[in-house]
C-alpha cells in the first residue's frame, strides 16, 4: 500500500517544513532528552517482550501473540516519529520531502488505526479464554490468529488510504510549514488551497467511528467477562483473570482516552494553546509505546516469569 502512496503532487514547493512544537522552541533541546529516553524504553521494552515471547515456549498462546502484534505496532509507531522529531530538536532538521511526509502520515495513522484493532483482538481473546476456556484452543487457532492479524493490517490500511491519496491530489501553493512534530493529517490538509472540508471530515468522523466501534465490542467482551468471572470455580483463577483484563484495560485506556482527547483538541480547540496540543499529540505516539511493555512485564506474572526464566541468573545444574 505504500506504494500507493508514491503518486505525484501538485505543489509549487518539493517539500513541507515541521515547527517541532511551536511556542516551546528554545527548549527544543532539552525536550528531546525525555522523548529520546521514551523511545529506547519503548525499543527496549517491546524488544523483549518479543524475545521472550520467541524463547518461551509457555507463551505460546493466541494472548502472547497478541501481544507481540501489539509490541511490533508499538515499534513502529515510535520508530516512524521520534527519528525526525530528534532531528528537530537537536539538529534543527525540519524540511520533510513530500513523499517522505506522506508516507509518514501513512504509517502512523494507519498504524493508529492497527493498534485499535489489535486491542480488540485482545479483549475478544480474554473474552473466549474466561467464558469458553474448554473450547479455548479450538477457537483461537494459530491460523485464525494469523487471519486476525491480516485482517486488523488490512482495515487499517484501508481506513487510511483513501485520505492519504486525496490529500496528495490536493494542491499546496501556500505555505509548508506544519507546526507540528510530524506529518499529522489535520495539520498538512490546512496547508490545501482548495477547499479541505470534506477531507477534515472525513479525518474526524473516520477515527471516530473506527474508535467508537472497536470501544463499543470492547466493551461488551469486558462486561461479558466480569459476569463471567464470580462463576469461575477457584479463587487463583479469578484472581488471574482479573489481573489479565486489569493490564488489558489499562492500556487500553492509555491509548484511546489520549487519543481522542488529541484529536478533538485539534479539531475543535480553538482556545487551547497551539503547544498543548502538539505535545499531547507527541505524547500520544510515544507514551503507550514506552508504557505498555512495562505495564504488562509488571501485572501479568506469566510474563514476570517468563523475564525472569530467559534474562535472569541461570542457575547451575545439580
Given amino acids: 500500500m505504500a506504494l500507493a502512496l508514491s503518486n505525484h503532487t501538485s505543489s509549487s514547493s518539493s517539500s513541507f517544513s515541521l515547527m517541532g512544537i511551536p511556542g516551546l522552541e528554545a527548549s527544543h533541546v532539552w525536550m528531546g532528552i525525555p522523548f529520546c529516553s521514551m523511545y529506547i524504553i519503548a525499543l527496549l521494552g517491546n524488544s523483549m517482550i518479543l524475545i ?29 516519529i521520534v527519528h525526525k522529531m530528534l532531528g528537530i530538536f537537536w539538529l534543527n532538521s525540519m524540511e520533510i520531502a513530500f513523499e517522505a511526509c506522506f508516507t509518514q502520515m501513512f504509517f502512523v ?7 485499535s484493532g489489535v486491542l480488540l483482538a485482545m479483549a475478544f481473546d480474554r473474552y473466549v479464554a474466561i467464558c469458553y476456556p474448554l473450547r479455548y484452543q479450538a477457537i483461537l487457532t494459530r ?11 488490512l482495515r487499517a490500511g484501508l481506513v487510511m488510504t483513501p485520505v492519504t491519496w486525496m490529500m496528495k491530489r490536493l494542491p ?4 509548508n510549514v506544519i507546526a507540528r512534530s510530524y506529518c499529522e493529517h489535520m495539520a498538512v490538509v490546512k496547508l490545501a488551497c482548495a477547499d479541505p472540508r470534506a477531507i477534515s471530515q472525513y479525518c474526524v ?13 470492547i466493551s461488551v467482551s469486558y462486561g461479558m467477562i466480569l459476569r463471567a468471572v464470580p462463576r469461575l470455580a477457584e479463587k487463583e483463577a479469578r484472581l488471574k483473570a482479573i489481573g489479565t483484563c486489569g493490564s488489558h484495560l489499562c492500556v487500553m485506556l492509555l491509548y484511546y482516552v489520549p487519543g481522542m482527547a488529541s484529536i478533538y483538541t485539534q479539531s475543535f480547540g480553538q482556545g487551547v494553546a497551539r503547544w498543548t496540543q502538539v505535545l499531547l499529540a ?37
Fill in 282 to 318: 507527541d505524547l500520544y505516539l510515544t507514551l503507550p509505546p514506552m508504557l505498555n511493555p512495562v505495564i504488562y512485564s509488571m501485572r501479568t506474572k506469566q510474563a514476570q516469569d517468563a523475564v525472569l526464566k530467559v534474562f535472569g541468573p541461570k542457575k547451575d545444574p545439580v
Fill in 205 to 217: 468522523v473516520g477515527p471516530t467511528l473506527l474508535v467508537g466501534t472497536d470501544t463499543a465490542f
Fill in 52 to 80: 521472550i515471547v520467541r524463547l518461551d515456549q509457555t507463551l505460546h498462546e493466541p494472548m502472547y501473540y497478541f501481544l507481540c502484534m501489539l509490541a511490533v505496532i508499538d515499534l513502529v509507531m515510535a520508530t516512524s
Fill in 109 to 115: 495513522h494507519s498504524i493508529t488505526a492497527a493498534e
Fill in 143 to 153: 491460523q485464525k490468529v494469523t487471519q486476525i492479524g491480516l485482517a486488523i493490517l
Fill in 172 to 175: 499546496y501553493c501556500g505555505s
